[in-house]
T-cell receptor, first 114, second 116 residues
Framework: AQSVSQHNHHVILSEAASLELGCNYS??????LFWYVQYPGQHLQLLLK??????LVKGIKGFEAEFIKSKFSFNLRKPSVQWSDTAEYFC????????????FGGGTRLMVKP | DVKVTQSSRYLVKRTGEKVFLECVQD?????MFWYRQDPGLGLRLIYF???????EKGDIPEGYSVSREKKERFSLILESASTNQTSMYLC???????????????FGPGTRLLVL
């Protein structure tokens, strides 16, 4: 079974700092990759996704992620965070042998200090 | 916009009670999912359904069952609630696409269940 690792459990940044959240997965075949975000008190919502093509994908609110197949990674980045980015971020992987199933990482709780 | 609703935001139940969590989606999605979310563990799939009356076990089905009698509704049942089932429960839905299962899941607001 595939697994997804998010090594940073808690990240604290000041506004305008750059952000990179790590995501690694264990499956060697074809994958679809997702980042979801959960703002305090709100639904989990899609930030960005990768299915195929350009490995650098851009999402909402200035976020982007890069799929590096050789490293089994899909790290999330943002050049300059804002206080409103305070949230929990989840990486998720759908492997081509898993049908509709997503495997989620443990989440990274980001706090941005004003 | 896709809307996924869950019947309760907060529930408090006693050990041994039977608990029903309801989820409804309004986008005619074929696929529906139940997850539990625990700190540090992310989301773990309990059960999913890809059609009416169809269900598949996820990663942690023990202690749970599901029901999908109508396309828009997917129910999670705790037959006899236990304290280790205290958690946040999230429902999600997605439409079926034939190409590489390239589907985005849309999530409900969650039900926070406390079992005493």
């Amino acid at each position: 079974a595939q697994s997804v690792s998010q090594h940073n459990h808690h990240v604290i940044l000041s506004e305008a700092a750059s952000l990179e959240l790590g995501c690694n997965y264990s499956y060697g075949g074809t994958v679809n990759l997702f980042w979801y975000v959960q703002y305090p008190g709100q639904h989990l919502q899609l930030l960005l996704k990768y299915f195929s093509g350009d490995p650098l994908v851009k999402g909402i609110k200035g976020f982007e992620a890069e799929f590096i197949k050789s490293k089994f990674s899909f790290n999330l980045r943002k050049p300059s965070v804002q206080w409103s980015d305070t949230a929990e971020y989840f990486c998720a992987v759908n492997a081509d042998n898993a049908g509709n199933m997503l495997t989620f990482g443990g989440g990274t709780r980001l706090m941005v200090k004003p | 916009d896709v809307k996924v609703t869950q019947s309760s935001r907060y529930l408090v139940k006693r050990t041994g009670e039977k608990v029903f969590l309801e989820c409804v989606q309004d986008m005619d999605h074929e696929n529906m999912f139940w997850y539990r979310q625990d700190p540090g563990l992310g989301l773990r799939l309990i059960y999913f359904s890809y059609d009416v009356k169809m269900k598949e076990k996820g990663d942690i089905p023990e202690g749970y069952s599901v029901s999908r009698e109508k396309k828009e509704r997917f129910s999670l049942i705790l037959e006899s609630a236990s304290t280790n089932q205290t958690s946040m429960y999230l429902c999600a839905s997605s439409s079926h696409r034939t190409v590489k299962y390239q589907e985005t899941q849309y999530f409900g607001p969650g039900t926070r269940l406390l079992v005493l």
